[in-house]
C-alpha cells in the first residue's frame, strides 16, 4: 500500500485515559511516515445505545449519532488500529461494543459494509501485566475477524504493563513500536484469505 495514501484509525477502548496501551500506540504512531495521516478516537467518548440482534425481524436502520461518526471514521481509514489493555483475556467493552455494531453494518441497506473494508488492514496494540500468551484469545478474535472480512491482519504489538506508566520500563516494547507498522511479518499488501470454515457471519 502506497503510505501516502494511508490513513491509520487509532480506537483507544480503555477506561483509563493515557494508560499504558494507548501510550504504547502514540510510540508506535510517532514513528510513521509524515504522510501517513492519523485519527484517535476514544471509544468510550462515542457511546452506543446497546446492540441488538435484528437480523431475522427487520433491516437494520442507518447509523446515526456516535454510530454514524464511527462508521465513517472506519469507512474513511486504510488501516484500524485497536488500542486496548487485556480485560479478562479478551477485549475491553467499549472495543467488543464497536465490533458488535460491524455485524449491523454489514446488514444495513446501502452501506456495502464488507465490500468497503476489504483490504483495510486490522491491528491491535495490547497491554497487560501477564505473559504475552494470555492474549492469544484476544489476538485469535482479531485474526479470524480480519479473515472473515477479508482485511489484512497487521499483527499484535505486546508490551507490560499494569499500574500507570508501566509501560515506560518495557524497553523492548517501546523499541518494537518504532517499526511495528513497517514490520516484514506483516500482513500489509499481501492478498487476504478467509478460513476455509468462515462462510457466514459470525452472528448468524
Known amino acids: 500500500m502506497d503510505t501516502a495514501a494511508r490513513r491509520f484509525l487509532f480506537l ?8 499504558n496501551s494507548e501510550q504504547l500506540a502514540y510510540c508506535a504512531a ?20 446497546y446492540f441488538v440482534d435484528m437480523r431475522h425481524h427487520t433491516p437494520y436502520p442507518q447509523p446515526c449519532g456516535n454510530a454514524q461518526v464511527l462508521l465513517e ?8 488500529v485497536l488500542v486496548a489493555p487485556l480485560y479478562w483475556y479478551s477485549l475491553p467493552v467499549h472495543a467488543k461494543h464497536y465490533l458488535d455494531y460491524w ?16 483490504g483495510k488492514t486490522l491491528w491491535s496494540i ?8 494470555e492474549t492469544k484469545p484476544l489476538e485469535d478474535s482479531l485474526v479470524l475477524t480480519a479473515k472473515y472480512m477479508q482485511m489484512p491482519w497487521g499483527g499484535m504489538l505486546y508490551g507490560t504493563g499494569s499500574r ?4 515506560q520500563d518495557d524497553k523492548a516494547a517501546l523499541e518494537r513500536a518504532k ?14 484469505v478467509l478460513l476455509p470454515s468462515m462462510k457466514i457471519s459470525p452472528q448468524d
Open 73 to 80: 471514521a472506519t469507512l474513511a481509514a486504510t488501516d484500524l
Open 30 to 49: 510517532y514513528n510513521l511516515p509524515p504522510n501517513a495521516t492519523q485519527q484517535w478516537l476514544h471509544l468510550q467518548d462515542y457511546p452506543l445505545p
Open 126 to 133: 495490547v497491554v497487560s501485566s501477564g505473559d504475552r500468551s
Open 164 to 167: 500507570p506508566n508501566d509501560i
Open 12 to 19: 483507544l477502548s480503555s477506561t483509563r485515559r493515557m494508560g
Open 103 to 118: 455485524s449491523a453494518w454489514l446488514r444495513t441497506p446501502g452501506l456495502n459494509f464488507r465490500e468497503e473494508m476489504r
Open 179 to 192: 517499526s511495528f507498522f513497517q514490520s516484514s511479518k506483516s500482513s500489509v499488501g499481501k492478498t487476504p
